[in-house]
Structure formats: C-alpha cells, structure tokens
C-alpha cells in the first residue's frame, strides 16, 4: 500500500497549511485513503503554535522519515494547475537526492489538476459558479478578470488561457486575464497584464464595477482576506473610489475540487 500525499508548493503563512489539511482529510474521507497533508517548501518555517501545535510537514523530511520506517512506495497527489517547475524539477531533484540512500525508493506523481492539452472542465466550472455566486453580490454587467499568480513558464500561463477559453465556450463569458505579479522583461510577456494595470485601465475607462474571479487554491500570502491580490485591489480603489471590485472565492471553497483530485489520485496509483 503506497503512502499518499497530497502536495502544495508551501507558503510560510499558517492559513495555507490549515486549509491544506482540512482539504487532506476531506480528500481522506472522499476516497477511503489516508492522504497526508505536504507542503514541497517554506511551511516548516511556521511556528507549531500557528499550527495548533503540530508543526507542518515538508516533502523531503516527510519522504525521508517514512522511508526510515520502512516505507518505499509514495503517490503525490499534486495541488497544482499544472506543471511547475516544482513538479518538473523540485520533486524530482529530491527524490533522486533520497534514492541514493534508499534505493528503492518510488515515487508516482498524479496528473496535475489542468492537465494540457485537455483541460479540466469541472475546474472551469468551479470558476464559472464562483463568478456566479459574485454576482449575486456585485451589479449587472460588471467586468470579469481570472486572475493566477503568475509564472516564469508559460505552460502555467496556458493553464488560465484554458479556462477563460473554456468559460467564453461553455457559458458565453467574456473574461479578461491578469497576473498577480511577473517578472520583468519581454520574454514573460506571455503573463499578460498584471492586475493593478488591468485595474487602472478599467477605471480609466468609465468601469465602476469588477469582479476578480481567482485561480488560487489556497489562503495565504497572495489570496485570502488580507493577500497581496486584496491589497492590490485596494491600493488602486484608494486612487479610483468610484471602482468597486467583487473577489471570488478560492478553488479550495467548491466540492468540486474532491472530486478531481478523486480523480487524479486515481490516476496516479
């Protein structure tokens, strides 16, 4: 019996494992499985008394304590829209670092929750029901932007394009696109907009009504009440009152999201 875990990127803010570890063990329940709750990076750096005392487990430490138990076999069921470098390169450098002690180790990673080139319609979906649940709250006719983090590969980028496309398809949205932040240059212009720019732009336009629809899984640093995409949406409705901005929730929020990473755990034994 392989050992699972379910695996995000890691954030040095304690919502993020928190709600990682709820999901874990709503995705242990979903499928009769234990699913261990791993962040690849950064998460054991949150004090334990953050964390209701049980400090966060780490890729490398928690590979390397279950094969000195005696463990060999672990499925990593990915919390990605798609292929990072932190699953084409981090996972992979640690693994190969560990088999040189432990030779028999093996590692299965699932598919990533967008895989390319086909795509995830319940994703999609998601979004799409959050939009619509933000509406509720906004006004008719409101502007739409999908919003992700941003990302030095533009696989990660296609990611959101794929979504936007599939809601203009599947529900006849018009969705703008933007990125959290990006890196400087021409050569990530593939990004596109970042969303302060986007923001500006519509209220310099005569919009007065937006919704950010988030391709973010997690609270933490970046999304949730107090993450950098609410602070950009204020900063710059402090310089254009009459903007008002409707964030959705994150993906972590949607059943859905069981049922693919059901899915993709599936996939991956």
């Known amino acids: 019996m392989p050992v699972y875990l379910l695996v995000d990127n890691g954030s040095k803010q304690p919502d993020a494992t928190l709600y990682l570890r709820c999901l874990a063990a709503r995705l242990s329940?979903?499928?009769g499985k234990t699913i261990h709750p791993v962040s690849l990076q950064h998460a054991d750096a949150i004090p334990?008394?953050?964390l209701d005392g049980t400090p966060a487990q780490v890729f490398p430490e928690f590979l390397r304590t279950r094969l000195a138990q005696g463990e060999q076999e672990?499925?990593?069921?990915?919390?990605f829209f798609g292929l990072s470098r932190a699953i084409t390169s981090f996972i992979p450098a640690e693994v190969a670092r560990l088999k040189s002690t432990y030779p028999e180790l093996t590692v299965r990673v699932a598919p990533v929750t967008w895989p390319l080139p086909e795509g995830e319609p319940r994703l999609a979906q998601v979004v799409f029901e959050h939009i619509q649940q933000a509406r509720r709250q906004s006004v008719d006719g409101a502007k739409l932007v999908l919003v992700d983090h941003g990302s030095p590969s533009p696989m990660i980028t296609e990611v959101r394009r794929g979504v936007a496309q599939t809601l203009a398809r599947q529900h006849g949205l018009e969705v703008d696109q933007a990125?959290?932040?990006?890196?400087?240059?021409?050569?990530?212009?593939f990004n596109g907009d970042l969303l302060a720019t986007w923001l500006r732009q519509q209220a310099e336009r005569g919009v007065t009504e937006v919704i950010v629809a988030?391709?973010?899984f997690l609270p933490g640093r970046h999304a949730g009440p107090h993450g950098d995409?609410?602070?950009?949406?204020?900063?710059?409705?402090?310089?254009?009152?009459q903007l008002n901005y409707t964030i959705t929730p994150l993906i972590i929020d949607h059943p859905l999201l069981l049922e693919i990473l059901k899915d993709r755990l599936e996939a991956g034994e």
Do not use: Q, W
């Open 29 to 31: 329940e979903h499928t």
């Open 48 to 50: 334990e008394e953050e």
């Open 74 to 79: 672990f499925v990593v069921v990915p919390l």
């Open 179 to 189: 990125v959290m932040e990006r890196r400087e240059g021409k050569e990530y212009d």
């Open 214 to 216: 988030m391709l973010f």
């Open 229 to 241: 995409v609410a602070e950009i949406c204020n900063t710059v409705t402090s310089d254009y009152p």
